[in-house]
């Protein structure tokens, strides 16, 4: 019998698929404490420039205060982060200097031990990797390469085991196959998997899926057979539907398979109790197991870029063509040259495929990133053998090809951190607040995000007599409340009710 280990998504991955990145400091922390006492192998923590802009605009919370807070919360459990070396896809990347900077803080917060890293998307290999995990090695950090699944002429077999042999140099601690799509099957595991394990020698090997297409717990099962013994699941409400299979369902399958598990699952219930109370109270999806959906084969489309997509054609008045958008972005995908549909790469064939649709004529309107796309701004994704020729050349002989190559080589040069701090404040400011004003880009939304006060709490289900008392506490005529068991007797006085 042999042990098979769980990376927890729940806090990142989990929420990010079902509740649009939404899950708040207090949410994390009513459960934090029993994660860290279940029994997992690492537990993944939003910890990157995304989830800061999402906290300081959206949440109006601390991210640093998030992460004191886990590492305070979780001291036992490896946390894991995914991340790069830059703040935001969408944007330039950041000087080397601030990038140290901020993934030195993290550190120093200690909520992050472990870093995940795409591999085979935003051409990482040959850019940042020779300088990024060297500099993460230095920081005392265990490196985790993942390399990202997708459908294509080009995406072979060979592909990925040439990718693999790319990121030997590196020595990682693990390598894990990321399907963001959903989309392995059981049959392509058995072929992928071991070609990857044969290329990757002795390198401990993960599985990381989406339950978008309905069988991400059964290819989990197949990768157990096939040798693999961490996978990454999540704790419901926050598995199924777009996010990783639940931690439930995987280990009670791999237990008849014959395998232990570690965990002590009466303390991660409780925690789904506590998650479920909360999505309750604030009204927030459910995961579900979804039915199986063979069109997520043929677009490749995210369903998080899906339902942006309709909110879109919704304020377009062209809701009704989504399917024609969807038509196209298969297109627009094969004549970029089959970029993996994973951030950014899905919103600009969704988007080019919105304009295709809407003036009636391919490539009439061009967004920018894709002009930069065949610049090859993105490295092997952008710009090579597999792009369309035709567009390729109309792209590049365009007018706007030449300003965005200019403003690209002035973005490109590499600031000091003393020039960026004059801008944004002076050598008084905590590098705190200096990495949140130049990831916000300016002061602005970080004086909203103070000034909303304290984040909120979120008691846990199993706390119910605590989460009454403050309930009656809010209405101003209970001038106390009284609990009494046996010869023990509780009295709480309401300093704010009405005389």
């Known amino acids: 019998m042999s042990n098979v280990r769980f990376i927890d998504t729940t806090f990142r991955d989990g929420h990010q698929s079902l509740w649009a990145s939404g899950m708040r400091t207090?949410?994390?922390?009513?459960?934090?404490?029993?994660?860290?006492?279940?029994?997992?192998?690492?537990?993944?923590?939003?910890?990157?420039?995304i989830f800061a802009k999402k906290f300081v605009r959206d949440l109006k919370e601390?991210?640093?205060?998030?992460?004191?807070?886990?590492?305070?919360?979780?001291?036992?459990?490896?946390?894991?982060?995914?991340?790069?070396?830059?703040?935001?896809?969408f944007e330039a990347p950041?000087?080397?200097?601030?990038?140290?900077?901020?993934?030195?803080?993290?550190?120093?917060?200690?909520?992050?031990?472990?870093?995940q890293l795409s591999v085979n998307t935003l051409g990482q290999i040959k850019g940042a990797f020779p300088w990024f995990i060297p500099m993460l090695r230095g920081l005392g950090l265990q490196i985790s390469l993942c390399l990202s699944y997708s459908i294509s002429p080009r995406h072979t077999d060979e592909y990925y085991a040439q990718k693999t042999r790319e990121i030997l140099p590196f020595k990682p601690d693990?390598?894990?196959?990321k399907d963001q799509g959903g989309l392995l099957t059981v049959d392509r595991v058995?072929?992928?998997?071991?070609?990857?394990?044969?290329?990757?020698?002795?390198l401990p090997m993960e599985l990381h899926s989406h339950c978008t297409t309905g069988i991400a717990p059964l290819v989990y099962l197949e990768a157990l057979a096939?040798?693999?013994?961490?996978?990454?699941?999540?704790?419901p409400p926050l598995a199924n539907g777009s996010s990783q299979p639940s931690v439930f369902n995987v280990a009670a399958n791999a237990r008849l398979m014959g395998h232990a598990t570690g965990l002590d699952e009466k303390i991660v219930r409780s925690v789904s109790a506590a998650l479920y109370a909360i999505a309750k109270r604030e009204s927030l999806p459910v995961g579900v197991p979804l039915e199986y959906d063979y069109a997520q084969y043929i677009h490749q489309i995210p369903g998080g870029v899906i339902s942006n997509l309709k909110h879109q054609l919704a304020e377009m008045r062209i809701l009704d063509r989504l399917e024609e958008v969807i038509e196209e972005a298969v297109q627009v995908r094969k004549d970029m040259g089959y970029p993996i549909m994973i951030t950014p790469h899905s919103q600009f064939v969704v988007t080019q495929a919105t304009l295709n649709v809407a003036a009636g004529e391919r490539y009439k309107h061009v967004i920018d990133e894709l002009i930069l796309f065949a610049q090859g701004l993105w490295s092997e994704d952008s710009g090579y053998t597999w792009m369309d020729q035709n567009l390729k050349d109309k792209l590049l002989a365009s007018p706007?090809?030449?300003?965005?190559?200019?403003?690209t080589v002035r973005q490109q040069r590499e600031v000091t951190l003393k020039e960026l701090r004059e801008k944004l404040g002076g050598p008084g400011?905590?590098?705190?607040?200096?990495?949140?004003?130049y990831i916000m880009k300016g002061e602005g939304e970080i004086r909203a995000m103070r000034a909303a006060g304290p984040p909120r709490q979120y008691l846990g289900a199993d706390m119910p007599l605590l989460s009454l008392i403050n309930e009656l506490g809010k209405h101003k005529r209970v001038g106390h409340v009284q609990v009494q068991r046996g010869s023990d007797l509780l009295v709480i006085q309401n300093q704010s009710a009405v005389r």
Not at 36 to 42: H, I, L, P, Q
Not at 106 to 114: D, I, Q, W
Not at 193 to 202: C, F, K, Q, S, Y
Not at 400 to 407: N, Q, V
Request: charged share 25%.
């Open 94 to 115: 950041p000087p080397h200097s601030i990038v140290e900077l901020f993934f030195a803080h993290l550190v120093e917060t200690g909520a992050c031990n472990r870093i």
């Open 26 to 49: 207090g949410m994390i922390e009513a459960v934090a404490a029993d994660m860290d006492r279940a029994g997992f192998e690492a537990i993944e923590v939003p910890a990157n420039g």
């Open 400 to 407: 706007r090809a030449k300003e965005l190559k200019e403003l």
């Open 62 to 89: 601390d991210p640093w205060e998030m992460l004191r807070m886990t590492a305070r919360t979780m001291p036992r459990t490896l946390k894991t982060c995914m991340a790069g070396a830059f703040f935001h896809p």
């Open 190 to 202: 058995r072929t992928l998997l071991p070609v990857i394990a044969e290329n990757a020698g002795t």
């Open 174 to 177: 693990v390598i894990y196959l």
């Open 226 to 235: 096939l040798g693999v013994r961490t996978l990454h699941t999540a704790v």
């Open 429 to 437: 400011v905590s590098d705190e607040e200096f990495l949140l004003r």
